[in-house]
């Protein structure tokens, strides 16, 4: 970057850039959860009994609580990521009023 843009600029397309990343990691942890449910409903559905193990039941019920909790932290990354742009925003609005 050159030195005439403004440190808030820079730290502004930062932040963006850091919301956009978390956005697709959000995406993506949030497809891959559905699609697990998705998967374990239709094995459900089967009615079919002891095609799945046990063990395999627990482990993608397991692996689905680690992919919902990692989604809830990517949504909190998030949150907290659009916070710092609002606040850049309004920083850089009273800066430009000046």
Do not use: W, Y
């Not at 998030?78 to 609002?86: A, E, G, S």
């Amino acid at each position: 970057m050159s030195d005439s843009v403004r440190p808030e600029v820079a730290a502004f397309a930062e932040l963006e850039q850091l919301v956009k990343h978390l956005g697709d990691e959000l995406a993506s942890f949030r497809r891959r959860a559905l699609q697990a449910e998705a998967r374990i409903k239709s094995l459900e559905s089967t009615g079919v009994k002891g095609v799945v193990s046990p063990e395999r039941v627990q482990f993608l019920e397991t692996e689905n609580a680690g992919l919902t909790s990692r989604l809830d932290a990517a949504r909190a990354r998030t949150q907290q990521m659009i916070d710092r742009v609002r606040f850049l925003r309004q920083q850089h609005d009273v800066a430009g009023a000046r």
